[in-house]
């Protein structure tokens, strides 16, 4: 299976600062399918991102998803603090579909 | 508005069986993918399997084949996550989640929180 590995563990951040989240997988992810999803205490994650470069409904235009291949990342530019919270990356390029293990942004 | 409703928290003893629900709504059930993802304490998430209702296409995991059934009934807009022998290892929060794809996961639930302890 895919193993993807997100860095940094934990990003300490003041609003309005640039954050970015990488993720890198241990193979190719086909088709660059790799979605992003947000997670706050106590609530179920949300998809933020999808396709590594779409946004979800609802999304609002500071985040952004890039890269391909087997690097991927998701840029929060100007954080809002309804933004501080754990983000997880999934691929689903290939079966079993894999997360990675988390980037909490925090302030 | 797309709503999925998870039934509530369970506690269990190691070697119950267990049943789980979520019930959609807000879309047409039969035309989107709804499986199971686990997150375990303060950790991260695992894609168990997912079920098409269209046509009771079913996808799993290998690392959860065998061990939990997800099964639908169209009739009640709802999909089910069950284990025949509970372990300790069990011990998690379960979301439902919808995908139109069958690949990411559009909406999630609330969760269901199964402690199994002896």
């Known amino acids: 299976e895919i193993v993807l590995t997100q860095s940094p563990g934990t990003l300490s951040l003041s609003p309005g600062e640039r954050a970015t989240l990488s993720c890198r997988a241990s193979?190719?992810?086909?088709?660059?399918?790799v979605a992003w999803y947000q997670q706050k205490p106590g609530q179920a994650p949300r998809l933020v991102m999808y396709?590594?470069?779409s946004r979800a409904v609802g999304i609002p235009d500071r985040f952004s998803g890039g890269g391909s291949g087997t690097d991927f990342s998701l840029t929060i530019s100007g954080l809002e603090p309804e933004d501080f919270a754990v983000y997880f990356c999934q691929q689903y390029g290939r079966s079993p579909w894999t997360f990675g293990q988390g980037t909490k942004v925090e302030i | 508005e797309v709503q999925l409703l998870q039934s509530g928290a369970q506690v269990k003893k190691p070697g119950e069986s267990l049943k789980i629900s979520c019930q959609g709504s807000?879309?047409?059930?039969?035309?989107?993918?709804i499986g199971w993802v686990r997150q375990m304490p303060g950790k991260g998430l695992e894609w168990m399997g997912i079920?098409?209702?269209?046509?009771?296409?079913?996808k799993y995991s290998p690392s959860f084949e065998g061990h939990v059934t997800i099964s639908a009934d169209r009739s009640i807009n709802t999909a089910f996550l069950e284990w025949s022998s509970l372990k300790a290892s069990d011990s998690a929060i379960y979301y439902c989640?919808?995908?139109?794809?069958?690949?990411?996961?559009?909406?999630w639930g609330q969760g269901t929180l199964i402690t199994v302890s002896s």
């Open positions: 396709g590594a470069s």
């Open positions: 079920l098409y209702p269209g046509d009771f296409d079913t």
């Open positions: 807000g879309y047409t059930f039969r035309d989107y993918w």
């Open positions: 989640v919808i995908s139109g794809w069958g690949a990411y996961f559009d909406y």
């Open positions: 193979q190719r992810v086909s088709d660059d399918y």
